[in-house]
């Protein structure tokens, strides 16, 4: 089994900082990407920034210079830096870890931490 629990998550005005958690526990193995999405009301889920177990990143365009996405593979966590935070930013946030089985790879997704940009 494996849980991820994400934290971090709350209310906070335009132009604030925020910074999300998401720890893995569980039987961890093989653990590969890492990464944060989120879902605004009436959306799809989109991917916002995700980081490869050597440290390379991706980010959304929307993001790009405001968030930073980070882990520490020895506490099988990835955390979120929001900066800058905008209104459009609102949505719940989702933490998606991938587990390299020798059948393939495998995702599992947090509950998710909803964030609420507003004044």
């Known amino acids: 089994q494996v849980h991820l629990v994400e934290s971090g998550g709350g209310l906070v005005q335009p132009g604030g900082s925020l910074r999300l958690s998401c720890a893995a526990s569980?039987?961890?193995?093989?653990?590969?990407?890492m990464g944060w999405y989120r879902q605004a009301p009436g959306k799809e889920r989109e991917l916002v920034a995700r980081i490869t177990n050597g440290g390379t990143t991706d980010y959304a365009d929307s993001v790009k210079d405001r968030f930073t996405i980070s882990r520490d593979n020895t506490k099988n966590t990835v955390y979120l830096q929001m900066n800058m935070l905008k209104p459009e930013d609102t949505a719940v946030y989702y933490c998606k870890v991938v587990l390299v089985y020798r059948s393939g790879p495998m995702d599992y997704w947090g509950k998710g931490t909803l964030v609420t940009v507003s004044s």
């Open positions: 569980g039987i961890i193995f093989g653990l590969g990407a």
